[in-house]
């Protein structure tokens, strides 16, 4: 810690030329965070039992700390931007249309300044010669500030709102976000899903459930006590997909066509093939076996499906790209592509929703989990990534639970492993 | 030969792998040496001085021995002698509750009427009275920013006893002023911990060039630096420390060349040098672009200075100029190395343009310049205040007063820092911080030897090869 913290501090401390002076304190604010995450992981490291577990899933979380400076942006500033949005409304004669832009890392700033203008009937608009409201959010040592420049014509104005710094500035503080990973079980035969099953875990695979035991208690390849075959006349396709889910009879496993419904106690296992809807969250009629996909009954078709907030959507489409819908399903924006999307929309308070991708990373090497928060369907990214040890062949967030379970091919080590994924809050 | 070699580089290993583990560890003990260029005659944080540089050196150094009841770091105002206060009759009455526990540097506990005169000597025309262990004081006018102002080191808490002797409650304990050495020893009850060496001693009247070779020479600990020597220092493997920007460097142009009719000319040759590569390669990165006049931390508005649009220049534009107006005559201070560096800088980058600079470092009388280059150091405190500061610093070198009184709303300060843009006769240039240097002896700390806000932080600092 005490290098990384030093590396820190020098770096920010040469990192003065700028456009402006903020840019050295927040070098200096990232390397003190950037330090704070080392302890966090540290502690995450040691949850797994096998020393080489222990060790490769530190290091791979060391990865993400150091790689975790705060460009996350500026929440602090939000409860000002009620009154800002009123005196730049009041600036502005009815109807007006405006571009609103504010710097990137004041996103959620701009945001909400944009939300409150459109209450007020003010037209927010993309592009155009309509006035230009440029907005920023700064603190000096006694308030902070928030402001706008308004130039419609050959006129310029500048609203400023102020809130004097302290207690409230303090429990105003952003959040700082950042993935949390652990390994939970790994095995040499390729695994669909894994589900905790009172001290034991379910594992799924092509062809049976496994009742490990011990397993809950961080046991990383604890003994397998029971298995229960698939029996189906289903062939699956070539890149198999299922689900486990627990349920308060025992469990329930979806496969393409097939869906299965157990108990653990006594271990026991029932297959048919049915086209179910999975459980999701987001209306589908089953996964398309041939296709591996699902489709909304609109027929939007859709790989995986990552709630937000508000009874919105990020779904990963057709080749990958995410698309965003609203609460009726209708597609409001399209981002990026990435692999696998999985949604986090009540985690951390009121800052979220936040969404973690993958994304392959070089041919020889592992895919990578990203951290980025939904707003106004785009993907502001978080600089909390996660460099997985091999291919994510499977993403789902646990139902109920503020985690989700990644299943990984390690390719070099021969075998796949599963992990549980959180995400920690800090203030 | 082999047997022999192999129980020594393992005791060679084990000594090597003793000393870096040692060595992360603070140690105490140990005289810190410290050097600074100016002079300093007395410690008295409220005695007056004529002389800018050596009153800042006097607050700095008088900071090691007297503490305030507020103090200024990034968050903003925070206790410090006082841990709450609260004010009644909207500022014309302030109540500040004082810290228990805190000790002088005799050993005796600090006495709130102690406080209380202190206040009442330190000059001002406010009335400060104990009441319990609280101290009361009541302004003829109501004073919003009281607190803000007794974070002011001529502020601090002074005990003077007979014979002009001078106690605090500060980390060290005056030993001794003579001559051009100031000596301070480690105050061992100090209430937020002893410092971890022994004894300070800052040398004073050291040139800084003087003062960056006996770094390097190893005969001192701590030195100002300016951003041209840190290369020289890198090199060395020293360390470089800096506090935010604290410090404008500034174009100021003359009387004649002021006018409104001479606006397009000062629009013209303000365009002509470059500032993001004066800060990279001039001040090695130890400086941020100024296109303000206070930089953002301390403004908090700086993005909403809007800022003229830079015309595109041409060695054709400036040559269309009368040929009077391509002459320009830029005038730095004889003995400010770095202002004189970066007037050259300007000077190569409008002669690139097409103007013909001189840059003009007089000792005597010399003919009229068109602008000077001038640094404004800026003290950490309420945007308003340093404002007000700075424009007062200004006034007193001939230029008409600029800036809104005290206590005025951020707007208002904004206001008075766009119009004074707008007539482009102040043009900013860089930021630049406080840099320190640290010798090889200084062990490393988590905490920075320089405080963010400007000043040394010397508790924190301390020597390897001390006690264990």
Same mark, same amino acid.
């Given at each position: 810690m005490g290098r990384d913290e030093r590396d820190a501090r020098l770096k920010g401390s040469r990192s003065f030329c700028g456009a402006s002076g903020s840019h050295f304190f927040r070098s200096q604010r990232s390397a003190r965070l950037s330090a704070e995450r080392l302890l966090k992981f540290a502690i995450v490291g040691f949850r797994a039992r096998e020393w080489w577990t222990r060790f490769a899933a530190s290091a791979l979380i060391l990865v993400a700390a150091v790689s975790t400076t705060l460009a996350q942006s500026r929440a602090a500033f939000v409860d000002l931007a009620p009154d800002l949005a009123s005196k730049i409304a009041a600036e502005l004669a009815p109807a007006t249309p405006v571009r609103l832009s504010f710097p990137n890392d004041e996103e959620r700033v701009r945001a909400e300044v944009a939300r409150l203008l459109a209450s007020r009937g003010v037209r927010v608009v993309e592009t155009g010669d309509e006035a230009i409201v440029t907005g920023s959010c700064q603190a000096n040592l006694r308030e902070r500030v928030c402001g706008a420049s308004i130039v419609s014509g050959a006129?310029?104005? $500048?609203?400023?709102?102020?809130?004097?710094?302290?207690?409230?500035?303090?429990?105003?503080?952003?959040?700082?976000?950042?993935?949390e990973m652990?390994?939970?079980?790994?095995?040499?035969?390729?695994?669909?899903?894994?589900?905790?099953?009172?001290? #034991?875990?379910?594992?799924?695979?092509?062809d049976s459930v496994s009742l490990v035991g011990e397993a809950a208690a961080g046991n990383l390849t604890g003994r397998v006590t029971a298995a229960q075959p698939i029996r189906t006349s289903r062939v699956w396709p070539r890149d198999t997909r299922g689900l486990l889910r627990t349920v308060a009879s025992g469990f329930e496993a979806f496969l393409p066509g097939v869906i299965c419904r157990g108990t653990v106690t006594p271990f026991a296992l029932a297959c048919a093939d049915e086209g179910e809807p999975w459980p999701l969250g987001l209306d589908n009629g089953g996964l398309t076996p041939s296709r591996n996909t699902f489709a909304t009954p609109e027929g939007l078709t859709f790989y995986e499906a990552a709630p937000l907030d508000a009874g919105r959507w990020l779904v990963v489409g057709e080749r990958g790209v995410l698309t965003f819908l609203d609460a009726q399903r209708r597609v409001t924006a399209r981002s990026e592509s990435a692999d696998h999307a999985i949604g986090f929309p009540d985690a951390c308070g009121a800052d979220g929703p936040y969404v973690v991708t993958a994304t392959r990373g070089s041919p020889a090497g592992g895919d990578t989990l990203r951290l980025?928060?939904?707003?106004?369907?785009?993907?502001?990214?978080?600089?909390?990534?996660?460099?997985?040890? #091999?291919?994510?062949?499977?993403?789902?967030?646990?139902? #109920?639970?503020?985690?989700?379970?990644?299943? $990984?091919?390690?390719?070099?080590?021969?075998?796949?492993?599963?992990?549980?994924i959180t995400l920690s809050c800090a203030r | 030969m082999k047997r022999f070699i192999s129980p020594c580089l393992a005791l060679a290993s084990v000594t090597i792998v003793c000393a870096s583990a040692g060595a992360s560890r603070p140690q105490y003990g140990g005289t810190l040496r410290v050097e600074v260029e100016a002079a300093l005659r007395t410690i008295d944080p409220a005695a007056p001085s004529a002389d800018a540089a050596e009153a800042a050196i006097r607050a700095r150094a008088s900071r090691l021995a007297f503490e305030t009841l507020t103090a200024i770091?990034?968050?903003?105002?925070?206790?410090l002698l006082a841990t709450s206060w609260e004010t009644e009759g909207r500022?014309?009455?302030?109540?500040?509750?004082?810290?228990?526990?805190?000790?002088?540097?005799?050993?005796?506990?600090?006495?709130?009427w102690q406080v209380a005169a202190s206040l009442r000597a330190s000059g001002s025309s406010w009335k400060a009275a104990a009441e319990g262990d609280t101290i009361a004081i009541d302004t003829d006018t109501p004073l919003a920013d009281l607190p803000w102002v007794l974070a002011e080191q001529r502020h601090a808490i002074v005990i003077r006893g007979s014979g002009g002797t001078l106690a605090g409650t500060g980390p060290f304990r005056i030993e001794r002023l003579e001559g051009a050495r100031a000596s301070f020893r480690a105050h061992d009850a100090y209430w937020r911990a002893?410092?971890?060496?022994?004894?300070?001693?800052?040398?004073?009247?050291?040139?800084?060039?003087?003062?960056?070779?006996?770094?390097?020479?190893?005969?001192?600990?701590?030195?100002?630096v300016r951003p041209t020597d840190a290369p020289r220092l890198a090199r060395r493997g020293l360390r470089i420390e800096a506090s935010r920007p604290l410090e404008l460097v500034a174009l100021v142009f003359e009387p004649h060349r002021a006018t409104d009719a001479a606006l397009t000319w000062r629009r013209t040759f303000a365009s002509a040098f470059d500032r993001d590569a004066m800060c990279a390669v001039l001040l090695q990165g130890y400086g941020v672009p100024a296109r303000t006049v206070m930089p953002a931390w301390l403004s908090g508005y700086a993005p909403l200075v809007a800022v003229a649009d830079r015309p595109v220049l041409s060695r054709s534009a400036v040559a269309a100029l009368p040929v009077d107006d391509r002459d320009v005559t830029i005038r730095v201070d004889a003995g400010d190395a770095l202002s004189q560096a970066i007037a050259e800088r300007i000077a190569a980058d409008a002669r690139e343009a097409g103007f013909s600079v001189k840059v003009q470092t007089p000792v005597g009388l010399a003919p009229r310049p068109d602008a000077r280059l001038v640094r404004i150091a800026f003290v950490p405190t309420t945007p308003d205040r340093a404002f007000a500061h700075a424009s007062g610093l200004l006034v007193a070198r001939g230029w008409p007063a600029i800036g809104p009184p005290e206590n005025a709303t951020l707007t208002a300060v904004h206001h008075a820092e766009q119009s004074l843009l707008d007539r482009l006769v102040v043009v900013p240039v860089v930021h630049v911080p406080e840099l320190v240097g640290l010798g090889d002896r200084v062990g490393f700390s988590t905490v920075p030897g320089v405080r963010p806000v400007g000043g040394w932080n010397l508790p924190d600092v301390w020597l390897q090869g001390g006690k264990p």
């Open positions: 006129s310029r104005r $500048v609203v400023m709102i102020t809130s004097a710094r302290g207690a409230s500035a303090d429990t105003a503080r952003e959040s700082v976000v950042a993935l652990w390994p939970v079980y790994t095995q040499r035969a390729p695994m669909l899903d894994v589900a905790v099953a009172g001290a #034991g875990l379910l594992v799924l695979s092509r980025a928060r939904a707003v106004e369907g785009r993907l502001i990214p978080l600089p909390s990534a996660v460099a997985l040890p #091999g291919v994510l062949t499977s993403l789902w967030r646990t139902s #109920g639970a503020r985690e989700a379970t990644a299943i $990984v091919h390690d390719f070099t080590a021969g075998r796949y492993e599963a992990f549980h | 770091d990034l968050d903003g105002l925070q206790p500022g014309l009455r302030w109540r500040f509750h004082l810290r228990s526990g805190v000790r002088l540097h005799d050993g005796s506990p600090l006495e709130a002893r410092p971890f060496v022994d004894a300070v001693q800052i040398d004073t009247g050291r040139p800084v060039a003087s003062q960056v070779g006996d770094l390097e020479a190893g005969r001192t600990d701590v030195v100002g």
